[in-house]
């Protein structure tokens, strides 16, 4: 399986129609590609949160509409990582999307970890409640978001659900860096699985982004890592490993503990 982590540098500078364009641009050139996976909220920045609300779209809003057209004219399966999603019933939310290879929309998912401790996201989105997956030829995605790296439990959801390969489009912070590494790294190791994390290059609102997208197999091995600027990172790799190893090293079979809620 071949994907390509479209690592996007998000400079203020440059306007969302335009990087909207440029972006859809860099899809139709990884033709070829199994799966393109883009950054969290590339069309504005992670953490330009005075931007959300007046950039925030409905879901089938322009940037949808690019993203699918953009995925349909390479035929690959597109991660357009997430958008200010704005519900005509509801609050913002941070959303990603999921098209097939024809352009049809597969899968859409609402954060469900809201950054900013009392404060930016997490005041100004609402929370996802729902684990997604989608099912491409070879593997199960597992669908995540930046913050949602720092809890395990769900992506312990997501394997339950049969999860193999975990995708996580980011916005992450520079000076955070090595917390991107070890956690993406962990998730890979605990949940014998796959993990894509693509990230931003840039800096959105005076936040320098750490970028450094990263690939990483079932052992932990890291088969691929960007550097800091805006790049495609492609690599190359084999679902059929997800298996192997769980049945080599059966470590998800010992688990005691599950899912469910304490005993009151």
């Given at each position: 399986m071949r994907a390509s982590l479209l690592q996007i540098d998000v400079n203020e500078d440059e306007s969302v129609e335009s990087r909207?364009?440029?972006?859809?641009?860099?899809?139709?050139?990884?033709?070829?590609?199994?799966?393109?996976?883009?950054?969290?909220?590339?069309?504005?920045?992670?953490?330009?949160?005075?931007?959300?609300?007046?950039?925030?779209?409905?879901l089938e809003g322009p940037t949808y509409e690019a993203m699918a057209k953009a995925a349909g004219d390479a035929g690959v399966w597109l991660h357009a990582g997430s958008i200010p999603e704005r519900d005509p019933e509801g609050p913002l939310y941070n959303t990603s999307l999921v098209f097939s290879p024809s352009g049809d929309l597969a899968a859409a998912y609402r954060k469900i970890h809201r950054f900013g401790f009392d404060k930016g996201e997490a005041v100004l989105m609402g929370a996802g409640e729902e684990l997604v997956t989608v099912r491409l030829p070879g593997t199960t995605v597992g669908v995540a978001t930046c913050y949602d790296l720092r809890f395990p439990e769900l992506f312990r959801g997501l394997v339950d659900a049969g999860a193999e390969t975990l995708v996580v489009?980011?916005?992450?912070p520079e000076r955070r860096r090595a917390h991107w590494t070890l956690l993406a790294q962990a998730r890979a190791v605990e949940n014998q699985a796959f993990v894509l994390a693509c990230g931003t290059a840039g800096t959105h609102a005076g936040v320098p982004q750490a970028g450094h997208s990263i690939v990483i197999d079932p052992w932990g091995e890291v088969l691929a890592q960007a550097g800091a600027g805006e790049q495609v990172l492609t690599v190359e790799f084999d679902p059929g490993k997800v298996a192997v190893t769980r049945d080599q090293f059966p470590a998800l079979k010992d688990r005691v503990l599950g899912l469910a809620a304490p005993r009151r």
């Open positions: 909207r364009s440029r972006v859809a641009s860099l899809v139709r050139e990884q033709a070829g590609a199994d799966l393109v996976v883009l950054p969290e909220l590339w069309t504005t920045g992670a953490f330009a949160y005075e931007e959300f609300g007046s950039e925030a779209e409905p489009p980011a916005g992450w």
